[in-house]
């Protein structure tokens, strides 16, 4: 017998998938007949680019790049060109020297999480009022991590907004179910309009005109997405979206976000329009977090050798400090798991998700394995219970918020060491 009913199912999917939760009214049966119909149909749309052809968008150039280049085993050439660029020409302000006169580069990274990312936001507002919170180099997010990314980059100025962004909103801010029988044509379980008309209300020209000006300093905003056609990530330099004189760089921009927080099935994929040859293709983009909960750019360029190029005449080697927020545990938290198909799911995903953020820590510390870098993160903490695992419920943002700007302003502690990892 099936217990569950659509109401549950569709709200547990939403919580397994880390976005808002979806409300069907009527029976589980039904649901799974229509996805079964609904994989026979699909939306019309043109035929994707060739495979391996470096491209931009329409009116746009070098804003964007292949980390992975056409094979996995050959990194793309095109992300140590861009950054050496970033180092050659920055303003002193892109860096810090500590009392004993090394230099020091701070960098930041933010996870994706879903609504979790409300304990970021408030980690950045309590580091601010704090003290101490350094002015980053180099700022990347994923997900829920590229909407906080341009705040952070931007930084405390940016603080209220941020504050707002993240405990102002509820589930009705970011999508709107499909109605079932919709579900057939469908490419995604509900409407993102609401997503959209939030991301627009907070990224605005203004914004883009900060982040230029920054980038013309020497530093980057980069966000991950994922291109599905090509089965591989893209970074996309934002700060070069907004440098750019097109007049499309806002929407653009925008677009960036939204495919860097569009999960599979649950929000409707970005589809962005390229030339090639006079006939127009349609690229796929999808939540960088297919690919990474988080990132960073250190792995795949020799940092100290491009260092040394931009400034020959320091006396001491530059240290390199990556900070990582983790919106979301890296903790196990067990409960009993009934024998449903919504139950099963939700835990399957939520841990592959968990993992797979743990998984990337790993990665990113073969850079302070390799003395490239020097790693520092932080994840909730097991001592933080939510009320409720309703993702996108306003009370428990609040209540995140709160708790991650309370404990940023005692002093973050930052961890060092991968979650289990013992040298």
Known sequence: ?????????????????????????????????????????????????????PIQPDGFDHVRYYPIGGELDKPSSEIPLALDRAYLNETPDNYEFSPDGVPIYNYLAV?????????????LNGWSKHGGRPQFKIVTGVSTGSLIAPF???????????????????????????????????????????????????????????IAAEHAKGRRLLVLTTDLDREQPVIWDMGA????????????????????????????????????????????????????????VGNQINIKEIVHEAHPDWQKPAVQRLYVIRNGWITPKPEIVKRSLADISMHSINTLLKVSGINDLYRLYVGDLGG??????????KTYVPLTMEQFNQQEMIREFNFGEKMAMGGIQWRRLPPGYRP
């Open 241 to 296: 979206i907004a440098s750019s004189k097109s007049k499309d760089r806002l929407k653009l921009f925008r677009n960036v976000l939204i495919a860097s927080a569009s999960i599979p099935t649950i929000f409707p994929p970005v589809m962005l329009k390229v030339t090639i040859d006079g006939k127009q293709r349609d690229e796929m983009h999808v939540d960088g977090g297919v690919f990474a909960q988080s990132f960073f």
């Open 1 to 53: 017998m099936i217990k569950t009913t659509c109401r549950s199912a569709s709200r547990r999917m939403a919580i397994a998938k880390h976005h808002s939760h979806l409300r069907l009214k009527t029976c589980t049966p039904l649901i799974v007949a229509l996805l079964f119909l609904a994989g026979c149909a699909e939306l019309l749309r043109d035929p994707a680019p060739p495979t391996g052809m």
């Open 372 to 381: 490239e870098l020097e790693l520092r993160y932080i994840a909730i903490p």
């Open 111 to 123: 996870s994706g999480g879903g609504s979790d990312g409300a304990f970021g936001a408030g980690l």
């Open 152 to 210: 952070a980059f931007l930084g405390p100025d940016y603080d209220e907004q941020l504050k707002k962004a993240y405990t102002t909103i509820s589930a009705e801010h970011i999508a709107i179910a499909h109605d079932l029988f919709a579900l057939i044509w469908a490419e995604s379980l509900s409407d993102n309009k609401p997503f959209q008309e939030l991301v627009s209300g907070f990224v605005d020209d203004k914004m883009l005109d900060r």
